[in-house]
């Protein structure tokens, strides 16, 4: 069963505007990740917050967590051409078993 | 560094016949393996994942099974493939120790059943 659920399906902007996703879960975790897909290609991970954190930055993206939630944002700042992917979470129980979400498509208009 | 090949890119069959789908990871041991199928436009549904060598859990019932015959090989094999077994299908290693390491994916292989 899906783990995590992606709001929005899709999403579309302009170049340079911030792009924001979010994930909702439905059990404890120990960590959550995000991951890029380009069309047709694997995915790649992206950033890994865990359970006991509540924010993280890696260049352009900041991910942010409530566990009392259970849910999940990525924010892309000064989004590119280059970013148009789909993005998914994933959680992790700490039983090595990754859930994924259904995924944000996000399309970045030039 | 660590690589992981996943092969055949592409692969068409006809219903009723056999599948085998092969993925090996280079450059690290004992990792944690994992078979995913992805439906068009759809999210990432988790089909088998092996901590180990014979070591293999399957979380949906289906005419699929997996088998990890050398530490760093998984298959995925179907005697008889269905319609509904088309779909990108996708394979991963993470770290097998502690519990904050990613998944690293191959490039997948898309199977269409005829």
């Known amino acids: 069963s899906q783990q995590g659920e992606e709001d929005p399906q899709a999403l579309s902007i302009q170049e340079g505007e911030n792009a924001t996703m979010n994930c909702s879960y439905k059990t404890s975790i120990n960590n959550l990740q995000w991951y890029r897909q380009n069309s047709g290609r694997g995915l790649v991970h992206l950033i890994l917050i865990r359970s006991n954190e509540r924010e993280k930055h890696s260049g352009r993206l900041r991910v942010t967590l409530d566990t009392s939630k259970k849910s999940s944002s990525l924010l892309i700042t000064a989004s590119r051409a280059a970013d148009t992917a789909s993005y998914f979470c994933a959680t992790d129980s700490g039983t090595y078993k990754y859930i994924f979400g259904t995924g944000t498509r996000l399309k970045v208009l030039a | 560094s660590q690589t992981i090949h996943q092969w055949p890119a592409t692969l068409v069959q006809p219903v009723g016949s056999p599948l085998s789908l092969e993925c090996t990871v280079e450059?690290?041991?004992?990792?944690?393996l994992y078979w995913y199928r992805q439906a068009a436009g759809r999210g990432l549904q988790l089909l088998f994942y092996?901590?180990?060598?014979?070591?293999i859990s399957s979380e949906v019932p289906q005419n699929l099974s997996a088998s990890r015959p050398q530490d760093r090989q998984f298959i995925l094999s179907s005697k008889k493939l269905l319609l509904s077994d088309s779909g990108f299908y996708l394979c991963a290693w993470s770290v097998s120790t502690g519990s904050f390491s990613p998944l690293h994916f191959g490039n997948g292989t898309r199977l269409t059943v005829t």
């Open positions: 450059g690290t041991s004992n990792p944690n």
């Open positions: 092996s901590v180990g060598i014979g070591q």
